[in-house]
């Protein structure tokens, strides 16, 4: 571990007048102990070197996207103040629900079937192996 140090201070309790104040007593423990390096942490430090400028990227690219979102949470919270907008958002996510539910239902029905087999062959395949 890297050098611990605590600062403990204590004051003493002594009547004095309102213009000074009474001394306190500052202590410093540190622990010299060496640091121990982790196994693998080399390694992460070189892969964190590689991965620092992809990174970096990733910051770059997204701080301006979420600038955008917030904005456009903001307008969204000012505009629904308004009843004709509350008005139209509904109805616009009802349109959607109602497009979007067929899809969802042949989703369902197709991909159910696959979902229920896979999970049959999980729970039997457990049950060989624990034999």
Do not use: D, Q
């Not at 050098?3 to 202590?27: D, G, H, N, Q, S």
């Not at 369902?108 to 079937?113: A, D, K, R, S, T």
């Amino acid at each position: 571990m890297i050098a611990l140090r605590k600062i403990l201070i204590e004051e003493e309790t002594v009547f004095t007048a309102p213009v000074t104040r009474a001394p306190a007593k500052l202590y410093v423990v540190a622990n010299n102990a060496t640091p121990v390096l982790e196994e693998g942490s080399a390694l992460k430090n070189i892969v964190l070197f590689f991965l620092a400028p992809f990174i970096g990227f990733a910051y770059m690219v997204l701080f301006p996207l979420a600038g955008l979102v917030a904005l456009a949470v903001l307008a969204g919270r000012a505009a629904a103040k308004y009843e004709a907008v509350r008005v139209t958002a509904t109805t616009a996510k009802n349109v959607g629900l109602a497009v979007a539910a067929p899809v969802l239902g042949l989703a369902y029905i197709v991909l159910f079937p696959i979902i229920g087999l896979g999970a049959l062959a999980w729970i039997g395949g457990r049950a060989v192996l624990s034999r």
